[in-house]
């Protein structure tokens, strides 16, 4: 497996592959990796049917706000490479900060209105460092398919629409959100829960199980469904809502009666720590 850190390597290293008529896959992330990330990199090749599998590992500062957690965010880049290897990827693209973001650097990417609700809304320009970084990325990799994971389903939804509107050709791929065996949503960011903390974040999935299983009794009112996961969430003393709201699954519009797919989506702190979750409920 190769390690790249700078631009020109990334393209020496994937130019002859794509000329070779190779399906180039990647997979983005910033590091810190765990089964979610890796069962994207095993998909890449296993579903999305890659050729070549290329990773990046680069925590990117414009997609924190200032309060955030980009200093504190964990780094194990021997232990991630170790990973990246075992789940089979050729590359690992790791570019320091100058590489990204080098002196001059003046252009920012905004998607419209999706970027508006859920996670837009309580991280302020999140999305613009996130559409930047994924934008330049798909140019220096050259990928054929990119793969995401649906935890961060609006995430998703935002870069779907970015490759649309700039008619980037590479093929967005979504993958199905990977939990620890009692539910928690497989997130870097667990480390940082106390015991206490971890304990109750289980309260999440629950909290999404029973929204699910209102809806699988016939339930469509999104105030009755988010008050079904609320009432689960709330019995955590340590959990302190952000959001947990019912929204239109392809455009993250508001619902009132679900009259199509929705996305049941929350973001929840515990401690200093942000989850997000959530289930996409089928008509
Ligand atoms: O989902 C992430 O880890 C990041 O937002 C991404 C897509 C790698 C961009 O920095």
Known sequence: MEVLTDIAAVRAFVGPRRRAGERVGFVPTMGFLHDGHLSLMRAARSEAGAGVVIASIFVNPTQFGPNEDFTRYPRDEAGDLAKCRDAGCDAVFLPPVSVM?????????????????????SRPGHFDGVCTVVAKLFGIVGCDVAL???????????????????????????????????????SSRNVYLSADERAQALTLSRGLAAARAAWA???????????????????????????????D???????????????????????????????????
């Open 249 to 283: 699954a392809r455009d993250l519009g508001p619902v009132d009666t679900a009259a199509r797919d929705v996305v049941l989506a929350l973001a929840v702190r515990f401690g200093r720590t942000r989850l997000i979750d959530n289930t996409v409920l089928r008509v």
């Open 148 to 186: 995401f994971g649906e935890k961060d389903y609006q995430q998703l939804a935002v870069l779907r629409q970015m490759t649309r509107d700039l008619d980037l050709p590479v093929e967005v791929v979504g993958h199905p959100i990977v939990r620890e065996p009692d539910g928690l949503a497989m």
């Open 217 to 247: 009794t016939g339930e469509r009112h999104a105030r009755v469904l988010e008050a079904a996961a609320l009432a689960v969430v709330r019995t955590a003393p340590l959990a302190d809502v952000d959001y947990i709201e019912v929204r």
């Open 101 to 121: 973001y080098p002196e001059g650097h003046r252009t920012t990417i905004h998607v419209d209105a999706l970027t508006g609700p859920l996670c837009g809304a």
